[in-house]
């Protein structure tokens, strides 16, 4: 083993075992899973390092529309369906 592969497996050892301190507390986690398992809601990335943020399923089904699929330069609009 190499110098940086020895450090490595140093570093695991060392921590490996110990107890990991979550963050955040049980509370906000049991919320966080019933938030994950309800369809009304979605969590999604806020942007700009802002973190995550709720919003509802329906609402971002209609964002997903009208600022992507209407793009225009993205899409162009078909007049009639095709046979």
């Known amino acids: 083993m ?9 570093k695991h050892n060392k ?4 107890k990991i301190v979550p963050n955040i507390t049980r509370m906000q986690a049991a919320l966080i899973k019933k938030v994950k398992k309800n369809e009304t809601f979605k969590i999604i990335s806020a942007g700009k390092n802002y973190g995550f943020t709720l919003i ?4 971002l089904k209609e964002r997903g529309v009208s600022e ?3 793009n225009e330069d993205v ?6 369906q095709p046979t």
């Open 75 to 80: 899409y162009q609009r078909i007049s009639k």
């Open 56 to 59: 509802e399923s329906e609402h």
């Open 15 to 18: 921590h490996h075992g110990q």
């Open 68 to 70: 992507h699929l209407n």
């Open 2 to 10: 190499n110098r940086f592969e020895l450090a490595i497996l140093n």
